[in-house]
Structures are given as structure tokens and as C-alpha cells.
Nanobody
């Protein structure tokens, strides 16, 4: 069992930055592949990005060049640095622990946090 707790969301203006954090339980965090998803009202939960245990990274096309995923294994934490935020980035952001399958697929993740809200005003 892996427990995930996100933090760092908030209300910002377009063009601002935010850094989301996700702290994971478990003594083998360094071996986890981790992902970030988001869900806007009335929309499906969508993949934002992922980072593997070896540092490989994958991103949604619309966030490439603006969002960066990183991890600190000593702190059992994965981060999502979000720059140049846009109103369309408004969503509830979730971190998740990958199980098996495509990193882009929601169904490939076994454990989820409760989410942190990001609201970007224009």
C-alpha cells in the first residue's frame, strides 16, 4: 500500500508559477515510477507527466516547455513545477504511483492521492 499526499495548489494569475509536491509513504520510493494527472470540471482525468525511477520523463504536449517533473528520493517526494500557467491549466491535480502499462494511461496507476486544486485566473 502506498499513500500519496499532494500540496502546493492555489489561486494564481495567468503567467504565474506554482510548484506542486507529492509525498509518498513506503521505504522503496526510489523504485516507484510516478505520474501527475489533472481533472477539470466536466472533463476526463488526463495525463500531465511522469517520471520513472531512473529519471525518464514524459509530458502532455500542451505542457511541454512549461511544466517540469522532478523527484527527491531522500524526501520521498515528487514535484511538478508549473510555469507560465494558463487558465486552461485550471484543474484538480493528482499524483499517482505507476503499476504497469503505458505511463500515459490512467489505468496504469495503482495508487492515487486526493488531489490539490490549481486555479488560474485570466
Amino acid at each position: 500500500q502506498v499513500q500519496l499526499v499532494e500540496s502546493g495548489g492555489g489561486l494564481v494569475q495567468a503567467g504565474d508559477s506554482l510548484r506542486l509536491s507529492c509525498v509518498a509513504s513506503g521505504r522503496t520510493f526510489s523504485s516507484y515510477d510516478m505520474g501527475w494527472f489533472r481533472q477539470a470540471p466536466g472533463k476526463e482525468r488526463e495525463f500531465v507527466g511522469a517520471i520513472t525511477s531512473t529519471g525518464g520523463r514524459f509530458y502532455l504536449d500542451s505542457v511541454k516547455g512549461r511544466f517540469t517533473i522532478s523527484r527527491d528520493n531522500a524526501k520521498n517526494t515528487v514535484y511538478l513545477q508549473m510555469n507560465s500557467l494558463k487558465p486552461e491549466d485550471t484543474a484538480l491535480y493528482y499524483c499517482a504511483c505507476h503499476g504497469s502499462g503505458s505511463y500515459y494511461a490512467r489505468t496504469a496507476y495503482d495508487y492515487w492521492g486526493q488531489g490539490t486544486q490549481v486555479t488560474v485566473s485570466s
